[in-house]
């Protein structure tokens, strides 16, 4: 990467002005003031030095699943997980230690291959383990199941230090740990039949390709689903809002908690779908539904 000279001592790369649709699975968003691209622990905290020093605002960024960035961009520092330690994996007994960078679909493959189980309920899962965790991601069951201790690094501080799973306070699509980049996390699994795994992982993506819309630019669900029994999806198509469209945005007719990027889409065109969905709902059924996605 070019433009690397705000930075000079990390390792990594560095440019200016880079269109944030390129890295998003909404394929939506302007452009980053500066995106960075830390190869090590040492170069992210002084990306985050130098942040905290000229105040400037900063957002991490791993897969770019269940992100909605603004037409204008992000003025500010992105930082992408995506290179050397964040994107190692290595196995010591039945516990995978992988850094944060390291996509949801590579660790299901990694395990399978060496006949361990317990990840496959994240099978489909897009973005990377980092995301994962800070909002306890999950189709069936949740990452925080598997999950033993995280390493992190205070984004004030620059201090790292690890977290058992015991002391983080989880809960539906969150997690306490917005203080903290996720640098590494440590899962322990257990031993199965590689074949028995292969064939829970196609299950799950059947399922999917059944229910959701995959292959459309999406940043999965938008909203969180509210408490009680009825979910977010079912509150949206009750009120007649499949289908709906704003410029290139469309609520999915296949599952009514997307919203697709059917051509073009522009941030100001989901943001009116959500708003949209939230007018509706709270009208005819007395709920508030709480965006899952972050905005920026």
């Known amino acids: 990467m070019k433009n690397k000279c705000l930075f000079p001592s990390i390792k990594g790369g560095v440019l200016f002005n880079e269109p944030l649709w390129r890295h998003t699975t909404f394929r939506i968003g302007g452009p980053a003031s500066v995106w960075t691209e830390p190869a090590d622990w040492d170069s992210l905290r002084e990306i985050l030095r130098f942040a905290a ?173 509210p408490e009680g029994d009825i979910a977010a999806a079912e509150y949206i198509e009750n009120a007649g809002l499949k289908g709906k469209k704003a410029g290139g945005a469309e609520i999915s007719k296949k599952h009514a908690n997307f919203i697709i990027n059917s051509g073009n889409a522009k941030a100001k065109d989901v943001l009116r779908l959500i708003a949209l969905v939230k007018r509706r709902v709270r009208k005819l059924y007395k709920v508030n539904l709480a965006p899952e996605i972050a905005i920026f």
């Open 53 to 225: 020093e000229k105040r400037k605002k900063t957002v991490v960024l791993g897969g770019g699943s269940n992100v909605l960035f603004a037409d204008s961009g992000f003025r500010g520092i992105v930082i992408h997980l995506c290179r050397g330690d964040f994107k190692k994996m290595r196995f010591s007994r039945r516990e995978i230690i992988s850094g944060a960078g390291v996509a949801l679909s590579s660790l299901i493959n990694a395990c399978r291959r060496k006949g361990l189980t317990g990840l496959e309920g994240m099978t489909g899962v897009p973005g990377s383990l980092g995301g994962a965790i800070f909002m306890n991601a999950g189709y069936c069951g949740s990452v925080s199941d598997v999950l033993k201790r995280v390493t992190v690094m205070d984004k004030k501080s620059g201090r790292i230090f690890c977290i058992n799973q015991k002391n983080i306070k989880f809960g539906y699509r969150h997690s306490n740990l917005g203080r903290y980049i996720i640098l590494e996390a440590v899962m322990r699994l257990e031993r199965g039949n590689i074949k028995d795994i292969e064939s829970c992982v196609k299950n799950y993506i059947r399922l999917k390709r059944e229910k959701q819309p995959l292959g459309c630019p999406s940043a999965g669900c938008v909203f969180k689903n």
